[in-house]
């Protein structure tokens, strides 16, 4: 069984103030996924990071996977309200059934104006 | 691209009812598809793995009686909930995949209340 270790839980920051969401696991993935969730709604999928060391910059967010595709990073410079939210990392695993998706708990963060 | 459809958005229903929740892939034909649950607060818990023409494939604890799953063509996967009860109040999302990199495309998610 694949686990996702996602850290913090939960986060409560001022507007302009950095932050970094971390995803780690004993296993190996194919891919890792970042989404983002609004209350009510389904997740939105922010990245998609592939090769060990990628590095993908989404305006304010960049995202990382780990050299030995084990570990992500999220990394948000100076937060905005509009960055409140659930977020989500996913890996998708190496073998069979690897379309499932192992999801970490989620990182609640809340961005105070 | 890459949108999903969930209908409908939200449900109440008695006791004792059966609800069908609906699941489209609008602009691709989704290879497989997923349905999770979630409850306030937390993370999504898969509830079934969906693959067109076959059975589906139920995670551990789930009933598979209770919560049938057929998934018709490419992009139509349907959940129904047989004999609801105040329990099965939840958040229920789909999800679809393409081929590439595994990546799965939500739902905007069904909001069931069973009285």
């Known amino acids: 069984t694949q686990l996702l270790e996602q850290s913090p839980q939960f986060l409560s920051i001022q507007e302009g103030e950095n932050l970094t969401v971390y995803c780690n696991s004993s296993s190996v993935f194919s891919s890792l996924q970042w989404y983002r969730q609004e209350p009510g709604e389904g997740p939105v999928l922010l990245v998609t990071?592939?090769?060990?060391?990628e590095v993908k910059k989404l305006k304010r967010l960049t995202f990382q996977f780990g050299d030995a595709r084990k570990d992500s990073s999220l990394h948000i410079t100076a937060a905005q309200p509009g960055d409140t939210g659930l977020y989500l990392c996913a890996g998708a695993g190496t073998g069979a059934g690897s379309y499932q998706l192992t999801f970490g708990k989620g990182t609640k963060l809340s961005v105070i104006p | 691209g890459a949108v999903v459809s969930q209908h409908p958005s939200w449900v109440i229903c008695k006791s004792g009812t059966s609800v069908k929740i609906e699941c489209r892939s609008l602009?691709?034909?989704?290879?497989?598809m997923f349905w999770y649950r979630q409850f306030p607060k937390q993370s999504l818990m898969l509830m079934a793995t969906s693959n067109e023409g076959s059975k589906a494939t139920y995670e551990q604890g789930v009933e598979k009686d209770k919560f049938l799953i057929n998934h018709a063509s490419l992009t139509l996967s349907t959940l129904t909930v047989t004999s609801a009860h105040p329990e099965d109040s939840s958040f229920y999302i789909c999800?679809?995949?393409?081929?590439?990199?595994?990546?799965?495309?939500f739902g905007p998610g069904t909001r069931l209340t069973v009285l």
């Open positions: 990071v592939v090769t060990g060391g």
């Open positions: 999800s679809a995949a393409t081929s590439s990199y595994n990546e799965q495309f």
């Open positions: 602009d691709f034909q989704a290879t497989t």
